[in-house]
């Protein structure tokens, strides 16, 4: 007998969870319904900035056309789910339509955060998630003019370059005192920062945005800084982090995490043995990711319970990665930061082109993290020495 599994969100996870299924689902025993928010089948949204630098909606397009002309599967656009009915087993969507099933799998991601900045809401602000969102920042870039990115991590990086490639000259706003201060201590970060402002990005640290003002025309003209600057501005552009789509949960009466989240265990599973939920929008056993590879082994779990077969839990991310940022080569492994217990910091610089640093733990002198700013092909290496003694010779190890 076939049963019906509904995934709410077409996103990475959820295109994931889906092309997992059509392939551990011999037996065809599954329908798939996918209900999408946006209007475009699921997409690279990792390499979203690419979209502004030449690639097109179809280059970044994960359904393909076996995908898509799969009978198994039907895809609904633009259709987004408003109630659950977990007793009755139906969803509701803003259609009016409302959807049986068998299985339900929540995949709604995050959301941009945007603070309570005065002026957040005027014409000419921003987010920076999805190609809409790009399409509309492509519209009203205005070149030789400034833009402000509010965020200096990863993503108002990234929002700041995109600025660049549209011939804007960006500022950056991070009230952490150095850039990216959730993977980079204030070393690594030097050598970004160096980096980045020769590339033309201008770095206000520890300072916030205080208010967005606009001109006569009703558009954003100035950007206020708690430190008493004042920006001149066309367009201003929110990348200060996300959170997780989780407005589903409170009316469907599943608990949501300390810091949001669709509360699951190490399966992915609610409190309802037909309901998971994964990705971003998941706190596994209360733990929020909003990275895709933990998304995908999520995806990669349920998919294998609903088929029967046997599924690994999930037990945490290595958060290890290297990254080419504008340019500038840096990489994280282990604890790269330290998060309140003592740790024996070792650290390198070679003029303000290179830095490494690593973090030891005080009783057995083991490596648990750290960080390469520079230059990282140290990275493979020195990530293998943890929870191990890392060698003597250090310096020649990180910086050879
Ligand atoms: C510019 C950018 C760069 C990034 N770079 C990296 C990176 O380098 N490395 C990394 O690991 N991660 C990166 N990320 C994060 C990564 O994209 C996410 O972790 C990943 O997309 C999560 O996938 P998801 O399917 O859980 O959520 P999403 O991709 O956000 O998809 C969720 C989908 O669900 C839809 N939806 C929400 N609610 C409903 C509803 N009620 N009904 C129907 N549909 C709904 C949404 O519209 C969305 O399409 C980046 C993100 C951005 C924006």
Redesign the pocket.
Known sequence: MTRTLLV????????RLVERLRVLDGARTWRIVI????HHP?YD??S??SYLDGKSRSDLTLAGVDFLNDPRVELLLG????SVDRSARTVSTDRGDRISYDALVM????RPFVPPVPGRDLPGCFV???FDDLDALRAAARPGRAGVVVGGG??GL?AANALRLLGMHPHVVETAPHLMPAQLDAGAANVLHRHVTALGLRVHCATATASIEAGADGTVRTVRLSDGTVLDADLAVFAAGVRP?D??ADAMGLVRGERGGVVVDEFCRTADERVWA????AAVQGRL?????P?YRMADSVAHQLTGQHAEPFDGADTS?T?KLLGVRIAVFGVPVSDGEPMVEVAFAEGSDRYAKVLLSPDSGHLVGGVLAGDTGSWAAVRSFIGHQPPADLEQLLLP
């Open positions: 709410v969100g077409h996103g990475m996870v959820g295109h209900l999408a928010e946006e699921a949204r990792v979203l900035s259709c987004s789910v408003v995949a709604t991601g995050s920076y998630r999805t990863l993503l990234e789509r407005e589903l994964i990705g971003d929008c990711y909003g990275l895709v590879a998304g990665t990254l």
